[in-house]
């Protein structure tokens, strides 16, 4: 277990009252192992900002057009926000934490780039004996060498960015790629030896009909896929898209195509064996994307890169969305971390009398994080009273077809949960938008076609 845990530990035991010896590191391990799911990092997320493309629906922050000198730095950044902030680990990370690159697209980066990422994780111990490791790809960022080279990095998930399989619709929603170069891209996948390939399709976008959404839908059952994530089209406001749809310049599907592709969605999978587990995700028994259903089950995450929305189940810590801000601010050279043995912090320490190895462990980490603080500009933090937690972690578990586990809230709030929702339930219960057995309150599936009107009762 790393230093760095032990901290945490340590805490935990004296806010549970239990007594732990200096050298009890296996005690320590017992203390994490009685921890619950929601008092340990669950999940690790990793962002890579950069697009050969930006699409035109986007709104996250990636970009388009940085050089390679530039993704180079950013590289550079991130591993040392890796490094600095296991210093300052605000929960332990569990055993098998899942890790998930994405974006952007993370496949911009050089297989080198990325294996240098995947090194500091695992160095600083966030990367540890994973459920899941998940990369995101474009099919146009991929060979099958690449895909090869990502497997044998350790991940054993992939996420491929499809959204359909007519070029014309590609075209117009900005993608790179080619319908047959997606088809490749899902073979080549497999090749590589990805045995849990994921791939992500759109409905309701510009040009697209009945027809030719049951093609695509039909063209990627035959390459017998373990998970489908099936979205939606918002128009995020802002984003190229909704400015041409504003204008009139573009048109979308009218409401009740987009309905009618919604329930195909659901049936034609279902059919196929892919089973609805969330609003828009689907897979075979066992494909779930483990990731994502920590954020489902409101469970704590850490998270590295531009943009990316650390929570540890009482805050959420967002960094800087400006690449250029994040880069000058984690490459600051008066808190640069020299690897020369007798400077650490821009300090000489070559005059630091000897210590015991455990002393010196402890007096190093100390004058590590004397210089934390300085970096703080770097992301904003967002307190969560108790309030906002229940909100969020009901809606949040509504989002699954299991539902909201009752037992588990009551237990992780301290709450009766009738007595906190019971008229919003009840409402819920009565129009038969939700149903409510073995301990779990759940969505119907009349009640996910309103997901959004249902989960506002819980604001």
Known sequence: MLMEDTACVDQYAAEHGLSLFSSGSVVKVLVINMMERWEQFQGVYVHT???????????????????????????DALCREIKIRSLQRELPVAENATVYFGGGTPTVLTVEQLAGIVAGLKEYGWWKEPAEATIEANPGTVDAEKLKTLHEMGFDRISLGVQSLQNNELRALGRIHSAEEALRAIEEAKLAGFQRVNADLMSGIPCQTVESFRDTMNQILQMNLSHISAYCLILEEGTPLERLVSSGRVTLPDEDISYLMYEMTTEILAQAGLRRYEISNYAKPGQESLHNIVYWHYEPYAAFGVGACTFNGKERRTNTADVQEYIKGWRKEGSELQNDENTMNGKDTSSVPMLSPEKEKKGVTDLLLSSVNEYRGLWQTEPLDRRTQISEAMIMGLRMTEGTDINKMEKRFDINIMNYYGKEIQTLLDKKLAECEDGKLRLTDYGMRFGNRVFEKFI
């Open 49 to 75: 900002p950069f697009c050969l493309q930006k699409c035109l629906y986007c709104d996250f922050p990636s970009y388009a057009g940085f050089t390679e000198t530039v993704r180079q730095q950013y590289v």
